[in-house]
């Protein structure tokens, strides 16, 4: 399958500070999605982007679909506790398949 | 709604045994899907259904089987469980016509542990 580059693999941030992160393929993507995951839960969508250079909120998260349409961006502005956890993002698996491929995450932890 | 449900929550197996996770979805979605989750790694795609009586592979579908009698359950089979085959198990449903669209709905996640 595609995959995708996603860094940084953790963050370490004090409560408050926004929070950037990113996602790359090598091929190009028609979708991209932003999952959230809880420790001992499965993953919930945040955020999905469909059209290139696409700017998309949902509440304090913001999310770009990258004019290459090999990139994606997601940053979370002015962090709080239960923005912990590990966030993934997603694309088509390609190949003939009909499912998603993920990163390998970004593992946020918020210092009091 | 309960949404996406998994059984069992965790199973500890021995080598070669075989077992069946179970997957159930009370939202009516044509589209059920299997994924894996490896410490470090993201989730990979086991087996996807489009609908009952009809089911595909996924990237990784070696050593599991799966059927879809039923819009509603979506089984996924170990025949003979291996240790490479410890893992995270996640189901996951979509009310899209596909599985690269829309949202996916996932389960809590069965946790696996072959020895």
């Known amino acids: 399958g595609q995959q995708l580059n996603q860094s940084p693999q953790s963050m370490f941030i004090q409560e408050g500070e926004d929070v950037s992160m990113n996602c790359t393929s090598s091929?190009?993507?028609?979708?991209w999605l932003w999952y959230k995951q809880d420790p001992g839960e499965g993953p919930v969508l945040l955020i999905a982007l469909y059209k290139a250079g696409e700017l998309t909120s949902n509440g304090r998260l913001t999310a770009q679909f990258g004019i290459t349409r090999k990139d994606s961006f997601l940053n979370i502005s002015a962090s709080i506790p239960s923005d912990v956890g590990i966030y993934f993002c997603?694309?088509?698996?390609?190949?003939?398949?009909?499912?998603?491929?993920f990163g390998k995450g970004t593992h946020l932890i918020i210092q009091p | 709604n309960a949404g996406v449900t998994q059984t069992p929550k965790f199973q500890v197996l021995k080598t070669g045994q075989s077992m069946t996770l179970q997957c159930a979805q009370d939202?009516?979605?044509?589209?059920m899907s299997w994924y894996r989750q490896d410490p470090g790694m993201g989730l990979r795609l086991i087996h996807y259904?489009?609908?009952?009586?009809?089911?595909d592979q996924g990237e990784v579908p070696n050593g599991y089987n799966v059927s879809r009698s039923t819009t509603e359950d979506f089984p996924l089979r170990l025949l003979s469980a291996a240790p490479s085959q410890t893992s995270v198990y996640f189901c996951a449903s979509t009310r899209g016509l596909a599985g690269t669209a829309g949202e996916l709905f996932f389960g809590e996640g069965s946790r696996l542990t072959v020895l």
């Open positions: 091929s190009i993507f028609n979708t």
């Open positions: 997603a694309g088509p698996l390609g190949g003939g398949a009909d499912g998603l491929t």
């Open positions: 259904s489009v609908g009952a009586g009809i089911t």
């Open positions: 939202m009516n979605h044509e589209y």
